[in-house]
């Protein structure tokens, strides 16, 4: 069906205003599934009602208005909190007869609602798959079925993980509020996780056929920079964001013309780019004004600088990289950080010390199922003269992905080896 223009201006208005929205309304109902119904309602006002009367001159207020109204008229259906209600609609006509300006009023601690519907989507009584599909509907203004292409998977599969969550945060009454005290710290590193979540995703998709879906690292950088806008002085947040603006620099030269992936050490960094690199260095210098001692994503941000500064792959201060992952590893363990840190053993000191770090992680029992390991063990053999060893494990590793430009790369790999 062909859109009017107005009806294209409905939506783009809602896609800019819908978190704003529904945190406003969140902070009133105290329910964040019922705030995104009272959302959708004012969208379909909109829809009824601009293409007559035409966009109004402050349409996200107009949206605002209209949603607080019904918000006022379920509390009052419902019979729900009489008494919450009367004091809502109370200060509601107070505020439209005292405040000449509706939209000054409506903004009345816009950036705390936001906070709290970032905490909310982000709770950890959620799986992170429920968080990271929420967390993109509320507050990316993502529809149901683009998340389900974000993500490859059926539209009714995420419809009801949005649905459960919404449920689970009712049925468990999360409040809708940012978290004090040493919860703070629990809760701010499960949306750290999320946002992080959906930008790898968009930046190494784990299946379908393509290398990168770009959109998710959009929706990720722009949930992370409003972050790092409502808390200013939290280092780990520009560290995450420094991590995903010097990442997301590269997006152009890690896609060859024809889709194939570009791996680091091959590609064309003049097609960097350089605003992004900038910003994201101007991010970690910040993490790193806050805190004296670098966190996770700080430190995996000053790896990423390691690389955005080199201005060929050969001047890439790899002993400092390797300095960096141990320090990683002490504050994060974990297989896969172990195995990042062996590929910059291996550049800084040679393959065969990178080799033993791997050989160990086989002998642990680690990462059996993650097609990166023998990739890597692949490469090192390989610049060890062990081609046929090699092969095999390209081969192994070829099998185990789910994304269909890594399989046709590592293929190649083995077939490079002879």
């Not at 998977?153 to 995420?158: F, G």
């Not at 393509?210 to 959009?218: Q, S, T, Y």
């Amino acid at each position: 069906m062909q859109l009017t223009e107005t009806q294209r201006a409905v939506h783009a208005v809602f896609r800019i205003e819908s978190a704003r929205l529904i945190a406003g309304l969140a902070r009133m109902v105290r329910d964040v599934g019922l705030a995104e119904e009272l959302a959708q309602d004012a969208l379909v006002a909109a829809l009824e009602r601009w293409p007559e009367s035409g966009v109004p001159d402050n349409p996200g207020a107009w949206l605002m208005a209209t949603a607080k109204h019904r918000a006022i008229d379920q509390l009052r259906r419902r019979k729900l909190l009489e008494q919450k209600h009367n004091e809502l609609a109370h200060d509601l006509t107070a505020q439209t007869l005292a405040v000449p300006d509706v939209e000054a009023a409506l903004d009345d601690d816009v950036g705390d609602d936001l906070l709290r519907l970032v905490f909310t989507s982000c709770h950890p009584i959620l799986s992170s798959e429920a968080r990271a599909a929420l967390t993109l509907r509320l507050l990316g203004g993502l529809t149901t079925d683009e998340i389900a292409r974000a993500f490859l998977v059926s539209e009714p599969t995420i419809a009801q993980r949005i649905v459960r969550a919404k449920r689970t945060l009712a049925e468990e009454q999360v409040p809708f509020e940012v978290p004090r005290g040493p919860e703070l710290a629990e809760r701010l590193a499960s949306v750290l996780e999320v946002i992080y979540l959906i930008f790898n995703e968009g930046y190494s998709a784990t299946a379908g056929d393509d290398w990168m879906r770009p959109e998710l690292c959009e929706d990720a950088l722009r949930l992370g920079r409003i972050l790092a806008g409502l808390v200013p002085n939290e280092p780990e947040v520009h560290g995450l964001v420094a991590l995903m603006e010097i990442q997301a620099s590269r997006s152009r030269a890690r896609i060859g013309p024809n889709g194939q992936p570009v791996l680091l050490a091959d590609q064309n960094r003049a097609r960097w780019d350089q605003v992004l690199i900038h910003r994201g260095l101007a991010a970690l210098e910040r993490a790193e004004s806050l805190s004296q001692e670098s966190g996770p994503y700080a430190l995996q941000a000053a790896i990423a600088a390691c690389h955005a500064r080199a201005r060929e792959a050969v001047q890439t201060d790899w002993p400092r990289i390797a300095q960096l992952y141990a320090q990683l590893v002490q504050r994060m363990p974990s297989p896969v950080v172990e195995l990042n840190r062996a590929v910059a053993v291996s550049m800084a000191y040679g393959p065969d010390a990178g080799l033993a770090i791997v050989d160990a992680l086989i002998a642990d029992n680690a990462l059996p199922d993650y097609h990166l390991l023998p990739s890597v063990r692949g490469d090192f053999l390989y610049k060890l003269g062990r081609a046929s060893e090699a092969r095999s494990e390209f081969e192994r590793a070829a099998a185990l992905t789910r994304n269909a430009r890594e399989r046709e790369l590592l293929l190649e790999r083995a077939a490079a080896c002879g």
